[in-house]
């Protein structure tokens, strides 16, 4: 069995609500685990993430446990970075096992062609701010200033109030309208390239998107705990958690 989650924003919310998800997450983590080949997390995986040479944020230690637990037994994690997770390096890796993508995959499992993607900074084009954002936040060079001129405790700080504004500016739970560009994305590479199922998060709307292209959008856990599912046989649905 493959599964697939994002946009869990671990970290979000006043102290209670980050445990309250980091213990739905950390349940849901624990269930799969009987038989998951592998688990991909899709980005916004954290609410904020920047990730120093030397110094990673605190908390989380339950789900980084997990995560380096299951990938010891053998199951493969698979970590895309989202906009809020983007400055992720190598810690994740060496200390859980966890692979790391920053680009969209298209992959093959069990039969099936997948292209797995968290969805930002796709068909953007029509949006010139959040273009330079995009460029300067995913900048080498930006991020490797800022490690050196920013001390932690503030980077955290200013990483909190981005991303609850972040967050914010979602807020549309139901509009199907915001899913667009990416629908459009997925039909112009579907005619290019073989795909079977598209997964995206990033959008904070779940949806089951069956034609031209079937494409299904995992929702945020803050609304409600989701996630996708595919089995050995090639079948992929969508689950609301409880
Ligand atoms: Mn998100």
New binding site residues.
């Given amino acids: 069995m493959y599964y697939f989650a994002s ?1 869990i ?1 671990l970290g979000a919310g006043d102290a209670a609500t980050a445990r309250a998800t980091e213990q739905r997450f950390f349940a849901w983590l624990s269930d799969i685990e009987r038989d998951a080949e592998a688990v991909f997390l899709v980005g ?1 995986i954290f609410d904020f993430w920047f990730e120093y040479r030397h110094v990673v944020p605190k908390g989380f230690v339950r789900i980084l446990g997990k995560l380096a637990q299951m990938s010891d037994k053998g199951i493969r994690i698979v970590f895309f970075t ?1 906009n ?1 997770d983007m400055w992720i390096t190598d810690y994740l890796t060496r200390e859980c096992g966890i692979e790391i993508h920053t680009e969209p995959m298209l992959t093959e499992l069990a039969g099936k062609k997948l292209f797995i993607a968290h969805g930002d900074n796709m068909n953007i084009k029509g949006q010139p701010m959040l273009r330079l954002m995009n460029t300067l936040f995913r900048s080498h060079t930006a991020r490797t200033l800022f490690s050196w001129l920013v001390h932690p405790d503030l980077a955290m700080s200013f990483g909190h109030w981005w991303s609850g504004s972040s ?1 914010k500016s979602h807020g549309r739970e139901s509009d199907h309208k915001y899913l667009v560009p990416l629908i459009e994305y997925a039909d112009h590479y579907a005619a290019t390239h073989e795909v079977d199922y598209f997964v995206f ?2 959008m ?1 709307i779940a949806a089951d998107i069956t034609a031209p292209h079937r494409i299904l959008f995992m929702g ?1 856990w803050h609304t409600a705990p989701n996630c996708v599912v595919l089995d050995d046989s090639g079948t992929i649905s969508q689950k609301t958690l409880d």
């Fill in positions: 946009d924003h916004d989202g809020h967050r998060g990033h904070h945020d």
